[in-house]
Each structure stands twice: as structure tokens, then as C-alpha cells.
């Protein structure tokens, strides 16, 4: 207790304190929700909120800082969970095993459990049904069939930039992985600052950047990017950058030419159409096959949608970091870094620091629910 106060004065601090925040989310600019997109509700599929490495049924689990999430055709759910090294998967029952790997920081191909990863950062889904990570800190990209079993298809393990075949190749951080219809591989190599493409054959390419940093559009080589951290891929082979560097959502179309759909480098938070809208560090991207993109504006604690012309609005959080599950517009996300789409238009969140998965729905019943609608495999 301050000594001195007039008890009268240390009452009305008390009450300020207590309406300070809701003060702040409702007057200030930078928090208003959009809700032209609809309303959504947000719930919990699986986590306690505790860091740990814990498999279970959904809220009985623990993850440590999960970043990637994927759907396969049955309806399960993959999650990379970076910083425990695995890669975990939640059936439909809502249970959490740990699908691939040790849980030591290593590298080794194998099977299930006994092989090794070192920060895997985000995961895909190929048209047969196996599963391709961004093992970002071994500087590869693995694959992984559906007994468990896992190899690599590119990286030679020395962090670099190099293109070439699948053992010679040099990755930087790859942090983003998208598979098109034809399973071609996208990948975001976030430390070279641009984006590879794997063909069938192991063959790497760069499709757009040029190793240096920066921001430009235009044509292949001649583009910059600055940390992209995540990929999409559509059916017609449009690639979606989260150009995390640069607080903009890029676009490579398949000749190659780089355009900016949404953001225009400032750090931020506004609602609006293309550059007029702002981004605080977007990760995760996804796209329907409406051509609506999803992704995880991570500093900002939101959940944003482009649609296919260009407006920019928010589906779901609040500026202030936290855990909350409800309507859209009042939720709390921590550092959302990893989404994904069904067809259906549920969106799944990897909540990075609240080491949680969360969906967004349509809708106002708030019901924690793991069906699905079958997943939007690019």
C-alpha cells in the first residue's frame, strides 16, 4: 500500500485500472473488427495451454509452440510442433499422438518416433496423401508416407542458397511448404529470402528473390522478398507469399511475374483494399478454392481474409495477445502462426503462444468440434 493516498484518489485508480481495457478495445483504431466477412466463432480443438510435449485427448494434450496444421481427405489433423521437434497428429476423435519424430532437436530418416527432426516449421499434404515438411533448422525438406516413415527429398543439411539437384541443393530456414495438384513442392526459404520450387524429381529451382532482401515486383529473378515465412499454392499454380519482412501478402503467378495483393511494407493494423491495408508480421497463409486467402497476421493477434479482389478484412482476435474463445470479434489469439482452410470455410489455427489449436467457423454456436468438411489440398 502507498502510504499517503487519499482513500477517495485510490479508489478511482482502482476503477480506471479496471476500465482501461475495455476502454482500449473499444475506442481504439487499430482494434475494430470488420464484420462484413460474416460471423465467426472461435474454439479449442486441442492443448491445455501448457508448454510440454503430452499426448491425449484434445484439451489434455500439450504442445510447445506449434506453428504449422494440416488436413488430410480423412479428416485428421497434422501439426508441426516446432519447438518439440515432432510432428503430431489429432484423429478425429480429438486425440494427440505423436506421429513423427523423437522429440530430440537431430536429424535422421526412419520411421515414426525413431526419426529425428530439428525445428519443423510447417507442413503440406500431397495429392496421395503424404506428408511434406519445412524441417527448417536441418535446413531440409522431408516427407513423410503414411506408415510414419520419413526421408528427405531436398537439402544437403549445409545451410546456404543453392539450387541443383535434391542431395546438392541449399536451403536457408525453410520455413513454408505448399504442394500444387501435380505435387511440385513450394517452399519458403526464409533466410535466402525467396521461394524454391522441388519438382517431382528433386530437382530445386528458384521461382521468385534473388538471395538479397528487399521488396519488388516484377519478374522472377529481378523480384525481392524479405523473410518470407509461409506459402499457399492454388489450382491454377498461383503461388501466396506471407512476406513477413515486408508486411505484405505477394502473389507469383506461373509465368513468374511477382505482384503485391495486400499491404505496402508499413507495420500495422487497417482493414482496406490491397496496399491501403496494413500488417504487423503475417505468417500463416492458405487459400480456398474460391481464391479467398486466410492468414495469421502474428503480431497483431488476428486472424485476416483477402478475397480474390483485393479487400482485406478481419474474420477473427483482438489487439491485445491472449486466450479467448467466442465470438470472432471479442476472441484472443497469441502469436498465431500456422492456418489452414476446408472446403466448408472452417479455418484451423496453429496459436503459437498459446500452444493451443484453434477453429474458426461460421456461425455463433460456440462448440468445440473436430469435423470436418475435407481439406483444400493445393
Known sequence: MIKGLNKKVMFAYF???????????????????????GSYTVTTIAGSGMKGLLDGY?????FNWPTGVAIDRKGNFYIADFANNVIRRINSNGEVTTFVGSGHAAFGDGKGRKAHLKGPDNIAIGSDGSLYVADADNFRIRKVVSDGSINT????????????????ARFA????????????VYVADRGSHTIRKIMPDGNVSTI????????ADGKSN????KEPI??????????????????????????????TLAGNQQHGYKDGTGKDALF?????????????????????SRIRRITADGVVSTVAGISIPGFADGPGYSAQFNFPTGIEVDKAGNIYVADSGNNRIRKVSQGGILQATLSVAGANVE
Open 208 to 215: 521468385a528473390g534473388n538471395g538479397f532482401p528487399g521488396y
Open 230 to 259: 509461409s506459402v499457399a499454392v492454388d489450382h491454377a499454380g498461383n503461388v501466396y507469399v506471407a512476406d513477413s519482412g515486408n508486411n505484405s501478402i505477394r502473389k507469383i503467378m506461373p509465368d513468374g511475374t511477382v505482384t
Open 58 to 62: 484434445q484439451d489434455r494434450a500439450q
Open 280 to 300: 504487423a508480421w503475417p505468417t500463416g497463409i492458405a487459400v480456398d478454392g474460391a481464391g479467398n486467402i486466410y492468414l495469421c497476421d502474428s503480431q497483431n
Open 153 to 168: 527429398i531436398a537439402g544437403s543439411g549445409i545451410k546456404g542458397y543453392k539450387d541443383g539437384s535434391a542431395k546438392t
Open 15 to 37: 476503477i480506471l485500472l479496471l476500465l482501461f481495457p475495455i476502454f482500449y478495445i473499444t475506442n481504439s483504431s487499430a482494434v475494430p473488427l470488420n464484420r462484413g466477412v
Open 173 to 184: 530456414y525453410p520455413t513454408g511448404v505448399a504442394v500444387d495438384k501435380d505435387d511440385n
Open 222 to 225: 529481378m523480384t525481392h522478398f
